[in-house]
């Protein structure tokens, strides 16, 4: 099956700069790679996602790329804010019936005002 | 996205009883899911509710322990039976769309068993 990883567990960076947050994951078939953000007390948040037929997406002050020939998976956020500490999970899946999410554990992002 | 509720938000328990969690959505879906995370973990899938059927549950968990009803496409409820402390976690529901597997989560109960 799919397994997910992400590294590091933290990440501190101070408002303003950029935060890179890496998955790798490990069936080249999968194709749908969505990025959650979970605050405290809250549940997880579809923030971003992008698919395996397109390599980098943005949003605003957030973007996704995809390596499909390197398994993985980056959340790029800039400008960063106060706001954006949280928890980020990556996950993969093969989309289709009975197809399941695979998370990573988390990162937890910490923006240093 | 759907906009999803939960009930209770949280509750603390006493061991050996049972709590039933609901979660409510606002638009018909085809997929929901039932998610457990334990204090400072990933998400870990519990089931997902099937419409009419019943659910199918993941490795490590067992419709005893974790019945699950879904009467229609808008409502599941999770029961955690005979609880003991290692139950205690935040239980989320998650609804999807088949043809793309995006999962809206809802809330989350954050359960607590004494």
């Known amino acids: 099956g799919e397994n997910v990883e992400q590294h590091p567990s933290t990440l501190s960076v101070q408002e303003g700069d950029s935060a890179v947050i890496k998955c790798t994951y490990s069936?080249?078939?999968?194709?749908?790679f969505p990025w959650y953000k979970q605050e405290l007390g809250k549940g997880p948040q579809l923030i971003i996602d992008?698919?395996?037929?397109?390599g980098e997406k943005k949003d605003q002050r957030i973007a996704v790329t995809l390596n499909k020939t390197a398994k993985h998976f980056s959340l790029h956020i800039t400008e960063t804010q106060p706001e954006d500490s949280a928890v980020y999970f990556c996950?993969?899946?093969?989309?289709?019936?009975?197809?399941?999410?695979?998370f990573g554990k988390g990162i937890t992002l910490s923006v240093r005002p | 996205s759907a906009v999803i509720s939960q009930k209770p938000s949280r509750d603390i328990c006493q061991r050996g009883t049972s709590l039933t969690i609901q979660c409510q959505v606002d638009?018909?879906?085809?997929?929901m899911f039932w998610y457990r995370q334990q204090p400072g973990q990933s998400l870990t899938l519990i089931a997902t509710?099937?419409?009419?059927?019943?659910?199918?549950?993941e490795s490590g968990f067992v419709i005893d322990k974790f019945p699950i009803s879904r009467p229609n496409l808008t409502f599941s409820t999770l029961t955690v039976s005979n609880m003991s402390p290692e139950d205690s976690s935040i239980y989320l529901c998650?609804?999807?769309?088949?043809?793309?597997?995006?999962?809206?989560f809802g809330p989350g109960t954050r359960l607590t068993v004494l």
């Open positions: 992008i698919r395996s037929n397109v």
């Open positions: 069936d080249s078939a999968s194709n749908y």
């Open positions: 996950a993969a899946i093969l989309t289709g019936a009975n197809s399941k999410l695979t």
């Open positions: 638009s018909q879906v085809t997929m």
């Open positions: 509710a099937n419409q009419g059927s019943e659910a199918t549950y």
């Open positions: 998650s609804v999807g769309r088949t043809q793309y597997n995006e999962q809206f």
